[in-house]
């Protein structure tokens, strides 16, 4: 017992614990700071903010539009302006509004295995869009492939499931106000690991596979979204846009009418802080409020009796 006691008295923590007393002086000094910062995070996100530049389209009912929509090829022809130069790279989103591609179904049905270039044959997470005809009817575009190879109705659809199914399929092209065509650059548009380590294609791609996992496009609209209302990124052009008038023309083939959904074209030059101005303003919003409170404590300071420093446990909090 003698020994026990021992050993619990020399590895018994004795010493006092640290508690800092956080003095007037103390609390001005660490607002101080904390509120430079503030102010300095807030300035620069509305500066870059400001130098941001975003133009929406929406073009859910283009196709109403008989001047601008050609209804045989499902083309739409919207004329548009850019104000102010936009700096390279430019970036073109398609952005979706009310669409659900966070759904737990959509979410699940997909097969990874199929997606990394395995062979499955098995309708495992495939949620009956196992063969050509489930996943898209008695006629599609789908049932031939990229590289010309038609598919009949009772063929396994490679890869499968709904998320795949429901794949976005509008395409974009811009134009200068004399038709010259402005070349968007589809390459490198997407997460470099998901490509590398996720989507492959089958030793058999060509004939097995409905379309090309390794799309880039693909590889986009397979990356789960949080929220109902998105966008994603459909290419960028490698020089300056200056001001002026363009033509947008969209093949318009993804029908939106069935998911109560809206469309939008995307354009922007990059910025690391986007176009919303909120959490600059919210930093500046607590360096004033910071503020405030440091004038309030060195009134305090100022006014107490040893006129060096104010006991914390004498002030009033409101």
Sequence with gaps: LYVIFTMKKLFRQELKSYTPEWTAKCSIITDFIIMLSSFAIGITMIYFSNKYSEIEIKYTTCYNDANNFDKIHKICRIPFKIEKTLKE????????????????????????????????????????????????????????NPWNHTFSENDISSPCGLLGRSFFNDTFNITFQNGTCIKINEYNISNEYLKTKFFKRRADYQNGQWID?????????????????????????????????????????YDIKKYDADKYFCISNTNAFGIN??????FIAIGIYLMIVILILWVKYLLSKENKEVNINKLKWY
């Design 89 to 144: 790279p430019v970036y073109i989103y398609y952005k979706l509004e009310n669409f659900y591609l966070n759904h737990r179904v959509l979410v699940e049905s997909k097969n990874w295995k199929e997606l990394r270039g395995v062979e499955t044959n098995t309708k495992d997470d495939c949620q009956n869009s196992y063969l050509m005809s489930e996943m898209f009817g008695k006629s599609s575009p789908y049932y031939i």
């Design 213 to 253: 996992v390794e799309n880039e496009h693909f590889i986009n609209w397979m990356n789960i979204e949080t929220f109902h209302n998105f966008k994603k990124l459909w290419g960028k052009i490698d020089f300056d846009l200056k001001p002026g008038n363009y033509n947008l023309i969209i093949n318009n083939n």
């Design 277 to 282: 101005n909120l959490f600059g303003y919210f």
